[in-house]
């Protein structure tokens, strides 16, 4: 079984390190080692050094740099592993992902919480992660406990089922609810976290907000009844909140003198419709395109 394993790096310190572990944790597979440069120091030169395939990329962010990685991988490769190169992943885990793959499953991610070292995420990243990996669970029913792990296994087939396009850090959620969409098997094993070597890249605040809006906007596009129709909902439940105010005081009085609850709870109870049927609508598009 041929593997490619591919390591996004910029300026990454640890990279030999990383790298001679995975040439020896995979000593006895066929494999090949792309890294994804966009580097200003030595990585790329070092990384070559040691036998990794390097490719300088032209775009930007983390996603990019994977969706670029990926379009290099050798025709006969079976299996793609993923990590990072900044020596808080153990190349000597791998294994361990492929062992499920092995077995039939398609699509392999590394639990850190299971065998994380002390200090090597921040109390802020641990509970953001958290959170990000409830709202997935939530939102598209994948059991998974680290939604934002960067070490990971795929069936290469599956790979090729994926339509992975977002270019910065979203591209980890993006990758487990496009799996999930399109039906593939997905499965968690323990593996070790250390302590970063070198500077971070990403700006977590950041990050954590667009993962947001990118999974939110997933549900909108996959599933627009769950999207559309809670907001249809609350606009016409205000809507008839101030109509009612209206029609208890024409009841009481026999005449209506809150002529401007009456227009806003008509425009709002319409707005709400309005959204609802759209919502239905947009329902109906995507499952006849999901029948072609
Ligand atoms: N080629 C490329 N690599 C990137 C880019 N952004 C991040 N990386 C690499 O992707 C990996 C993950 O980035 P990190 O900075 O470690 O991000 P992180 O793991 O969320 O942050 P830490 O917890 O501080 O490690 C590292 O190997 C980076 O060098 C990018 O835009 N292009
Ligand atoms: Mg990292």
Redesign the pocket.
Known sequence: MKISVV??????PAIESVLRDVFDALKDHDIEVII???STDETPVRAAELGATVIH?TG???G??YITGFKHISKDSEVVAIL???Y?YDPYDIPALLQPINDGVDFVIGNRFALMDKEA?SKR?ALGNKLLTAMIRYLYHVQITDS?S?MRAIRRSALDDLRLQSPH?PFASEMIIDAQKVGLTITEVPISYRK?VGE???D?FR?ALSIVFMTVRLVRDYNPIVFFLPIGFIFILIGLFYGASVVIEYTNTGVVTRFAAAILSVLLIMTGLQVTFFGLLADIILTNLRRR
């Open positions: 390591i996004p790096t910029i300026n990454e994804v440069d966009k990329q930007t962010g983390y990019d740099a990072d190169g900044d808080t995420m990243n934002q960067g850090m970063r971070a890249k990403l977590p990050d």
